[in-house]
């Protein structure tokens, strides 16, 4: 490949990840090298900032993060935009996420996630065992995780700055019904929808995605919006390759996205796809 990027971002769920949500150590060597040549690298996620770490090997490093699909920049530890939800969209979405029974957390700024635990029961009943066949097993492990350890039940919404509501369903058919529920409240109130899986859906600031967060993150290191090379998997991260002048696809990614990227990768994310593709890159051998 002759091209050459000044910049790289990479999703995570599906493509830095493996399907027990890690990230390699050899994923971080590649990033490491990169890194020493010069060339910028910064992580494109959906999840919120403070679930990165538990992640990652020890001494990751990247030049910044764009986190919640878009909605937050970090450099290191440090916020350098944050988009927020309003507290009035906020208590109008769980209360109809309450009347259609459909599993919901709310990520605030430098806080737990949390669910209200009147909505407890029926929360933890959409990820009650056995897995259903077609969900895939890093989100549900990831739902697994966070009913044990991550969610914070609490009696009323606290905190004023809200980065995301990520919402699952068990079945395909109830998180459609949930979307259109969405769709319908969006002529009421202004916000913006991502889908990752076909079992999820994310809620978001208005015109806010990956591709978005990009852009403020490339204005705050003064870099051009060209040279720009994108990898992920998901229908979330297709703001994104829209945006870069070279996207790139996962093995592992659905048909659909591979059929409208530049590349796709010949390794899956449990295969240390990312790694091998960015070999070509490489200065040394990795």
């Known amino acids: 490949m002759s091209f050459k990027p000044k910049a790289i971002f990479l999703d995570m769920d599906g493509t830095i990840l493996t399907s027990v949500n890690k990230v390699s150590m050899k994923t971080k060597e590649i990033i490491d090298d990169l890194r020493s040549q010069g060339i910028f690298v910064f ?3 959906g999840r919120a900032f403070d679930e990165i770490a538990d992640l990652v090997p020890e001494g990751f490093q990247v030049d910044g993060f764009i986190t919640s699909n878009g909605m937050a920049g970090y450099i290191g530890d440090k916020p350098i935009f944050q988009h927020s939800l309003s507290l009035e969209l906020v208590k109008t979405v769980i209360e109809k996420a309450r009347q259609n029974k459909i599993y ?5 700024y430098g806080a737990s996630r949390i669910t209200l635990s009147e909505d407890k029961d029926y929360v933890e009943n959409e990820i009650r065992d056995p897995k259903p066949d077609d969900v895939e097993i890093n989100e549900w492990l990831s739902r697994k995780q966070a009913i044990k350890e991550e969610i914070a039940w609490k009696e009323n919404i606290e905190g004023n700055m809200f980065s995301k509501f990520y919402f699952f369903a068990r079945t395909k058919e109830h998180i459609n019904e949930w979307k259109d529920v969405l769709n319908q ?6 916000f913006t929808t991502s889908t990752s899986s076909s079992h999820n859906v994310e809620l978001m600031f208005a015109n806010v995605n990956k591709a978005t967060g990009i852009k403020q993150m490339l204005a705050h290191f003064g870099l051009p919006e060209e040279g720009i090379l994108a990898i992920g998997d998901s229908y979330n991260d297709l703001p994104m390759f829209e945006f870069v002048n070279f996207a790139v696809a996962m ?4 048909e659909p996205i591979k059929q409208i990227v530049d590349d796709v990768t010949k390794f899956t994310c449990d295969e240390d796809g990312v790694h091998h593709y960015l070999t070509r890159f490489s200065s040394v051998k990795i």
Do not use: G, R, S, V
């Not at 409240?185 to 202004?190: G, H, I, R």
């Not at 093995?251 to 659905?254: C, D, I, L, R, T």
């Open 43 to 45: 992580i494109a996620t």
């Open 104 to 108: 919901y957390e709310l990520f605030p």
């Open 185 to 190: 409240l969006k002529q009421e109130t202004d």
């Open 251 to 254: 093995k592992n990614a659905a």
